[in-house]
């Protein structure tokens, strides 16, 4: 094996979580390249791998035209793969690799297939049904999806397909030099260095999860947090993260409680970089819980229908707080500081 291809579409944080399923195959293939194809919005998360040697970009949810198709074909039939791995449970990715001739193709069992397939599976069941196992028939080995708890490890599953069966290793990162010594900078400018401060973080924009829509927590209900907190622990820093995404919220935030400190990273080194410095981190299921987990930063984070358990793997330092009605307003700050002084 010289050469693999993984197709991740999604977000930030999923490639994050893939992140070990790629370390392990560069463990197992001493001399493999491994490329990946991500949508645009989350290239940036491959300033943080160590194993990735190409990064291609392709907008996977847009509705592509030939000449898109025929250039990532194009791209892909070059590099001359011999494995290719996704993680997108669409028929069209493992299509896509057996359209450019990558000899095996790895994928999940029980395929999304398109409506047109499915209207034909009920309407016409033996060409409908033809048509399903022609679908499946572009992977050479399909492995169960939901075997696991923990999306990082289901991931790594997929390894399954090639003949691997190792343990799935915690998600690493490697910060850059230059985004460690913006982190410090920045500490320096908010008069915190050698403190331990406390990050909040909300979440929304290009940074969501895709695996359950964006939803603040009200600015009244950290407000709340931040009070509880302070009655506490009244001199320790507080420093909320700021993005292009999420001015608004954090101007609103800040107008209750002005005593909190703002910092704005450009890119996901420098959001990594900050909260490794940081003590703990309060966050919303978004890129930085995965980011905090890969430096194994105290954590508390909030989920609205999706389980805990499916992003968060077990760990005295990580607590997870699914809200009873699926909604994160909903959750009350009361829980959320219990949860503060468990992981503190």
Known sequence: MTRVLALLPGDVGRQLLCFPTLE????????????????PRSKQAYRLCRTVDNVLTFQFE?????????NLIGQMRDRRYDAGLTVSRDWSAGLLCWLVGIP????????????????????????GGTLADLSGACLTAA???????YDAQRYHDLLLGLGIDAPCPEIAIQIPAEDQQWAQSEQQRLGIADKRFIILHGGTGAENSDDE???????RSWESVIAGYLQRQPDTPLVVIQSAENQ?????????????????????????????????????????????????????????????????????????????????????????????????
Not at 62 to 70: I, K, M, P, S
Not at 104 to 127: I, T
Not at 213 to 219: A, G, I, N, T
Not at 258 to 285: R, S, W
């Open 248 to 344: 608004d919220w954090v101007k609103s935030l800040v107008s209750v409680c002005p005593q909190l400190l703002v910092v704005t990273p450009e890119h996901v080194g420098q959001l990594a970089a900050f909260i490794e410095a940081g003590h703990l981190m309060i966050c919303a299921d978004r890129a930085p819980l995965h980011l905090g987990v890969a430096v194994k930063s105290r954590l508390v984070a909030l989920f609205g229908a999706l389980e805990p358990t499916r992003h968060l793997p077990p760990a005295p330092y990580f607590a997870g707080l699914k809200s009873l009605t699926s909604k994160v307003a909903d959750i009350p700050p009361i829980q959320i500081l219990e949860k503060v002084w468990e992981v503190s």
């Open 24 to 39: 392990t195959l560069q463990r197992h293939y001493a001399h493999v390249e491994i490329d990946v194809i991500v949508e």
């Open 104 to 127: 095996q193709r790895v994928g999940y069992d029980n395929l999304v297939l398109p409506p047109w397939v499915r209207f034909a599976r009920k309407r016409f069941p033996s060409v």
């Open 62 to 70: 847009n509705r592509n035209g030939a000449a898109d198709w025929g």
């Open 213 to 219: 829509p964006s939803q603040f927590y009200p600015v």
């Open 143 to 149: 492995v169960p999806p939901n075997a696991r708890p």
